[in-house]
């Protein structure tokens, strides 16, 4: 005759299921399947090719690794201060300051485009999560000029099911991820160099990470205003293949 199943462990069942779920739904929040338009943009990468900026694989890693710490030191402590206060409010105030961080048009622009697209998917996808709709749906419907940037809305997303520091590794993981691919479309390097050399940069990116994490909004700095500039440029450019 079987034992019967205690309270006990019916509660660690539950637990361990709920834990693998949320799993599931961290690693397709980080997957390039999720239609959030990363891969119309380039981070600048197209018009530092066509300024001469980078025409080797040296250029093309040096340059990474230039974008992965401007990232880092401009973009991870929104992404840090709203995981640590997801809420209405904080959102708001985080999304109106990086709006008048990002002088740059065409970084803002690129911004308010993954940010509204991954949060219209995030409402509707991971259910599980009520309060991103109910964030989304009232701050739609605010008198406050809102810009739904990418950085503050990731945070928002990864507060409920990552730790601090895996969510700020992740916003570096889809930015080294996004560059090495428009790499590769751009003809710099082919998909397994590309690959090489994203497993590569990731040392670098993890020593990144630790310099940069866990800093509020407020010292959100930019390491790389030439990057900024070159990416300005980009609307000026005779052909595009990317967005920004």
């Known amino acids: 005759m079987a034992k019967p199943i205690g309270e006990d462990a019916i509660s660690e069942s539950v637990a361990s299921r709920s834990s693998s779920c949320s799993q599931w739904s961290q690693w397709q929040l980080l997957d390039s399947i999720l239609p959030t338009g990363g ?4 981070f600048g990468l197209e018009a530092a090719v066509q300024t001469r900026l980078v025409s080797s694989p040296t250029d093309l890693e040096t340059h990474i690794i230039h974008v992965l710490d401007n990232t880092a030191s401009l973009l991870l402590p929104f992404v840090y201060s709203s995981l640590k206060s997801p809420d209405i409010e904080t ?4 999304d109106l300051l990086l709006d008048a961080t990002l002088t740059n048009q065409v970084s803002s622009k690129a911004s308010i485009s993954q ?3 991954l949060f219209r998917i995030a409402a509707s996808v991971f259910t599980e999560i009520p309060s991103l709709k109910m ?14 940037h990418h950085a503050p ?4 997303c990864v507060a409920f099911g990552m730790d ?7 916003y570096l993981f889809v930015t080294l991820r996004d560059v090495a691919s428009a790499a590769t479309r751009l003809n710099l390097v082919g998909p397994m160099g590309a690959s090489v050399m994203q497993h590569r940069i990731a040392v670098v990116a993890e020593t990144v990470l630790e310099k940069w994490k866990d800093r509020e909004a407020s010292e959100a700095c930019q390491t790389s205003p030439l990057l900024d500039v070159v990416q300005g ?9 990317f967005c920004s």
């Not at 891969?39 to 380039?42: D, E, I, L, M, N």
């Not at 959102?91 to 985080?94: E, K, T, Y």
């Not at 964030?135 to 739904?148: H, M, N």
């Not at 440029?233 to 595009?240: I, V």
């Open 39 to 42: 891969f119309a943009h380039s």
């Open 91 to 94: 959102w708001q105030r985080l």
């Open 115 to 117: 940010g509204s697209a």
């Open 135 to 148: 964030i989304r749906d009232a701050s739609l419907g605010s008198s406050k000029e809102l810009r739904f």
């Open 153 to 156: 809305i990731f945070g928002l």
């Open 164 to 170: 601090a520091e895996t969510s700020q590794r992740a």
């Open 233 to 241: 440029c980009h609307g000026y450019l005779f052909s595009r293949l």
